[in-house]
């Protein structure tokens, strides 16, 4: 079945000039990219965007992680692969969430780490079902920044909206 997957190349992927090899990695799915942008991640958006696990021991680190905190890289580049299995293709290359029990030659068993924190900095995030991965996108991306209509859309008229224009 055709879907979409929201992947977020995290700050420590940032830091660690992991961008190309990540890419390059999950080129291997052929799954096509529609949506790409840097982001800033606000600490309403990261606790939104992790809101499952609010009531977690970690979920304070983790929310600090996301926002760049933890590696002084305030922003994350977010891109939506979209094609046959896109979340269990994407998922497989990624690897397992904690970057020790990640397969090794997998991008988290590649180049995550556990810090001394317990923090699982595994360099990516991938959508983990398809209903999560709507939510996630709805999120992260408006509809006039993603390339397909994904997800079903209506017109709004906007008034008075201040937005910023070259000059
Ligand atoms: N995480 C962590 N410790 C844990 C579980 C999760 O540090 O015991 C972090 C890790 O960075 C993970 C993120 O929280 O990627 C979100 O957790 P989730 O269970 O959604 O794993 P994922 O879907 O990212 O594999
Ligand atoms: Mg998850």
């Avoid at 990695?25 to 499952?52: G, N, P, W």
Wanted: one cysteine or more; proline letters at 4%; glycine letters at 6%.
């Amino acid at each position: 079945m055709e879907q979409a997957a929201l992947i977020l190349i995290k700050p420590d992927g940032l830091k660690k000039s992991l961008t190309g090899n990540i890419l390059t990695r999950l080129s291997e799915t052929k799954l096509e990219i529609v949506a790409a942008k840097m982001a800033r991640v606000s600490r309403q958006l990261a606790e939104e965007h992790y809101k499952h696990l609010k009531d977690k021991p970690f979920f304070p680190e983790i929310i600090r992680y996301i926002q760049g905190e933890l590696h002084n890289r305030h922003k994350v580049l977010a891109l939506i692969y979209w094609g046959e299995d896109a979340i269990a293709k994407c998922r497989e290359l990624a690897g397992a969430t904690n970057p020790e029990e990640a397969e090794p030659t997998s991008i988290r068993g590649s180049y995550g780490r556990i810090t001394t924190a317990g923090v699982y900095e595994n360099v990516i995030h991938v959508s983990s079902n398809i209903e999560e991965a709507e939510r996630e996108i709805k999120l992260w991306f408006q509809p006039g920044e993603v390339i397909v209509n994904l997800y079903p859309t209506k017109e709004v008229v906007k008034k008075e909206v201040k937005a910023k224009e070259w000059t």
